[in-house]
C-alpha cells in the first residue's frame, strides 16, 4: 500500500513539474516573440502653423511645429514630412531618418522656385546638421548659411548649409535647392 501511495505522489511530481517545465517554455517563447516583433517605422508631420496629417498640409489635427521636434521626437528609421512653409532653424540629425520636404521627388533643376510651394530651412550656421548615417534629405529649400568652409572635419558641404562633422557618414539628398547660401 505504501509503495502505490509513493508511485502515485511520484507520478503527481513529474506532471507538476511538466507543467511547470511547459509553462516556462510557453513564458520564453512568448517574450521572444515579443522581443522580436519589430515595429514599423512612424512617420511624424511638421507644418509651421502647427496642424497638419500626412496626407493633408491643411488639416486641424495638432502636428510638429518644428524639424527639430520632430527629429527629436522620431525613432531611427521613421519618415518626416515636412510641410511647405520657412522653418527658421537649425535641424540636427543624430539618427538615421527620411526627411521629406514639399517637393519631394521632384526634380529641383527644373522645378519654379515658388516660396509658398516649398519647405525652406534657414539658419546662418549650418542649417542641416547631419551626424548619422544613411539619412535621406528629399525636396528642401536650405538656405541662409554663412558657415566658414575651411573649419576642421567639415565635410565639403559645409559652404551650402549641410554639415557633417564624421567623414564617414553617408547621407542621400536629393532634390535639394540651396538658396541665398553664402561660403565666406
Sequence with gaps: MRQHV???ASARL???DLVRAAGRVLAIACVSLIVSVRAEAATLVVDDDGMA????CNDTA???MSISAAVAAANPNDTIKVCPGLYVEQVMITKTLTLLGAQFNVDATTRPFVPANESIIDHPCGPVQIEADK??????TIQGSTLQSDRARLRRN???GLVSRVDHLLPTIQTLLLSQVRAT
Design 6 to 8: 509513493l508511485v502515485r
Design 158 to 160: 559645409a559652404q551650402l
Design 53 to 56: 496629417i500626412v496626407g493633408n
Design 14 to 16: 513529474r506532471r507538476r
Design 135 to 140: 539619412v535621406v534629405l528629399n525636396g528642401f
Design 62 to 64: 495638432m502636428t510638429y
